[in-house]
T-cell receptor, first 111, second 112 residues
Framework: DAGVTQSPTHLIKTRGQQVTLRCSPK?????VSWYQQALGQGPQFIFQ???????QRGNFPDRFSGHQFPNYSSELNVNALLLGDSALYLC??????????FGPGTRLTVT | DQQVKQNSPSLSVQEGRISILNCDYT??????FLWYKKYPAEGPTFLISISSIKDKNEDGRFTVFLNKSAKHLSLHIVPSQPGDSAVYFCAARSYNNNDMRFGAGTRLTVKP
């Protein structure tokens, strides 16, 4: 049973560029959440997608946007990258609303 | 606003002894609490959870205690094993709110 997968593993971008991160949820899961984890901190909730709609959003600017496809996979897009966007981006999937299963993350470095 | 706090960045214990990881929260609306374990280069793995209607939940070597009046929870690992060495995150959420809040994590090292 494949767990949550994310791509790419690592990414280096320049300030001002745009980036797209991808996530495939665990089989049978229909809800995808995205988190940003800065160095030395816990994950911070960006937003959650369910039935191809953004269900809830954390305290992140509109530069962060997402999408969920009919097969439940999801993308996270970040526009106009800032140095402060450098972090580990985690995707989590769930069927119930409480227990989330995390992928290995995408390490984004903005130079 | 950091609503979930893990005040100990690191903890070192001897194999076979008890590990106690602590977590404090400020939001009284939180009603569900979780512990995640994270190894390097992997995503957090769900470990154990507890609802606010309980004060204790056990799963094998892992026990979580919740003190609602003190807004404090703790994770006990008995006996500790070297394979338990990882970063442990405490997380909390409230009913109908999908914004799960995490602490900054505690790095546990279990020495053989």
């Amino acid at each position: 049973d494949a767990g949550v997968t994310q791509s790419p593993t690592h990414l280096i971008k320049t300030r001002g560029q745009q980036v797209t991160l991808r996530c495939s949820p665990k089989s049978g899961h229909d809800t995808v959440s995205w988190y940003q984890q800065a160095l030395g901190q816990g994950p911070q909730f960006i937003f959650q997608y369910y039935e191809e709609e953004e269900r809830q959003r954390g305290n992140f600017p509109d530069r962060f946007s997402g999408h969920q496809f009919p097969n439940y996979s999801s993308e996270l897009n970040v526009n106009a990258l800032l140095l402060g966007d450098s972090a580990l981006y985690l995707c989590a999937s769930s069927l119930t609303t409480y227990e989330q299963y995390f992928g290995p993350g995408t390490r984004l470095t903005v130079t | 606003d950091q609503q979930v706090k893990q005040n100990s960045p690191s903890l070192s214990v001897q194999e076979g002894r008890i590990s106690i990881l602590n977590c404090d929260y400020t939001n009284s609306m939180f009603d569900y609490f979780l512990w995640y374990k994270k190894y390097p280069a992997e995503g957090p793995t769900f470990l154990i959870s507890i609802s606010s209607i309980k004060d204790k939940n056990e799963d094998g070597r892992f026990t979580v205690f919740l003190n609602k009046s003190a807004k404090h929870l703790s994770l006990h690992i008995v006996p500790s094993q070297p394979g338990d060495s990882a970063v442990y995150f405490c997380a909390a959420r409230s009913y109908n709110n999908n914004d799960m809040r995490f602490g900054a994590g505690t790095r546990l090292t279990v020495k053989p």
